[in-house]
C-alpha cells in the first residue's frame, strides 16, 4: 500500500495500479484497498475495472462518499446511466449537495432523451445553483491561474482576447481588474453564462454560440485565444483545435482530475503535449496547484 501511494502522490498511476492489485490480492476483504485499486483505475481511464471494484470497495463500507462519486462517474463514463443513477441516489442520501442533485438530474435526462452529450441544461443549472461560479474574480480557486495567464498576455504583448467558453465571466471580470489595456469578448454556449458575464462586465462583448464555427473575426478582432477549463468538457477538443486560425496566440487550460462532464483526465504534462502540442508551433506547459491534490495544465504558444 505505501509504494503504491508513494506513486500515487507522483501521479504515476500505473506503478500506483501495480501496488494496489497486490494488496487487493494479498487482502481482498479490505475496503481501502479495493478504493485505492479502483482510484488508479480511474485515473489510467479503464472505467469498468474502476467501477468493479468501487462497487467492492462499498459493499465493506458503503459509507465512503468519495467511492460512491467515483462509481458514478465510472458508470457514467461507460455509459452505465442507471448504474450511475443509483450511484447518485446512494450519495444524495449521505449528502444532500446541489451540484451533486445537478449532476442526478442531468443523468435522468440522458435517460429519458436516450443522449450521451451532457445537455445545455445541466450547466444552466450549475451556472444558477453554484456558490463558486457566483464569486467575483478575485475569489475563485483559479485566480492563481489567471494571474500567469495576465503575466503572459503582458509578455507577449497580447491586445486583444476571444475568451471561448467564457463561463460566468470571471476571468472576464480579472482581466477588466488587471489588464485595463486589453481588449476582451467571450463567448459561451450556455445562455445563463452569457447573462451572468454581462452583468458581471458591462463594458465587454460576450455572445452565446456553440464552437466551433467557421469564422471567429465574427465576434472580434483578436490576437489571442483564451480557452480555459473547456476542452477537457467536449468530445471533439481536437475539432475545436483544429478550427482555430493559425498565427494567433493560444492560451488554454486543462486539469488533472474528474468532474461532472469531464471526458478526459490529463494525469501529467506529457498528456496534454500529445493530444494538443502538434496544434502549435511550439507548446509551453505549465503546472499550476490550486489544492494539495489538484492540478491545472497551462499551455500556450502560437498555433500552427
Not at 462499498?58 to 450511484?87: M, P, Q, T, V, Y
Not at 446512494?90 to 435517460?111: C, G, H, M, T, W
Not at 494525469?267 to 489544492?291: D, L, Q, T
Request: charged share 20%; aromatic share 14%.
Amino acid at each position: 500500500r505505501d509504494k503504491g501511494i508513494v506513486h500515487q502522490k507522483k501521479n504515476e498511476w500505473m506503478l500506483a495500479h501495480t501496488f494496489f492489485t497486490k494488496c487487493v490480492e494479498l487482502k481482498p476483504d479490505a475496503a481501502g484497498y479495493n478504493g485505492l485499486l479502483a482510484t488508479s483505475a480511474f485515473m489510467l481511464e479503464d472505467y469498468s475495472f474502476a467501477a468493479k471494484f468501487y462497487q467492492s470497495a462499498l459493499s465493506l463500507d458503503s459509507s465512503n462518499k468519495a467511492w460512491w462519486h467515483r462509481l458514478a462517474r465510472s458508470c457514467f463514463k461507460i455509459g452505465d446511466l442507471k448504474g450511475a443513477e443509483r450511484a447518485y441516489q446512494e450519495l444524495l442520501k449521505i449528502n444532500e449537495d446541489p451540484i451533486i442533485r445537478s449532476a442526478y438530474n442531468e443523468v435522468l435526462r440522458l435517460l429519458h432523451s436516450g443522449s450521451t452529450d451532457v445537455s445545455d441544461s445541466y450547466y444552466d443549472e450549475v451556472y444558477t445553483i453554484s456558490e463558486n461560479y457566483k464569486k467575483r474574480g478575485s475569489e475563485s480557486a483559479y485566480g492563481v491561474v489567471w494571474n500567469r495567464i495576465s503575466e503572459l498576455l503582458r509578455a507577449h504583448q497580447i491586445k486583444s482576447i476571444l475568451d471561448l467558453g467564457c463561463g460566468p465571466g470571471q476571468f472576464a471580470e480579472h482581466i477588466d481588474q488587471n489588464n485595463h489595456k486589453v481588449a476582451y469578448c467571450g463567448v459561451d454556449f450556455s445562455a445563463v453564462a452569457v447573462e451572468y458575464a454581462k452583468i458581471r462586465c458591462p463594458n465587454f462583448a460576450f455572445f452565446q454560440a456553440k464552437l466551433p464555427v467557421d469564422n471567429y473575426q465574427v465576434f472580434c478582432d483578436f490576437d489571442c485565444i483564451v480557452s480555459t477549463e473547456v476542452l477537457e468538457h467536449i468530445d471533439g477538443d481536437i475539432e475545436l483545435m483544429a478550427s482555430f486560425p493559425a498565427g494567433k496566440f493560444m492560451v488554454g487550460t486543462v486539469p488533472n482530475y474528474d468532474s461532472f462532464g469531464h471526458v478526459r483526465i490529463f494525469s501529467n504534462s506529457e498528456a496534454v503535449s500529445k493530444r494538443y502540442g502538434s496544434f502549435f508551433n511550439s507548446i509551453v506547459i505549465e503546472p499550476i496547484s490550486i489544492s494539495a491534490t489538484n492540478v491545472i495544465w497551462l499551455f500556450f504558444g502560437s498555433l500552427r
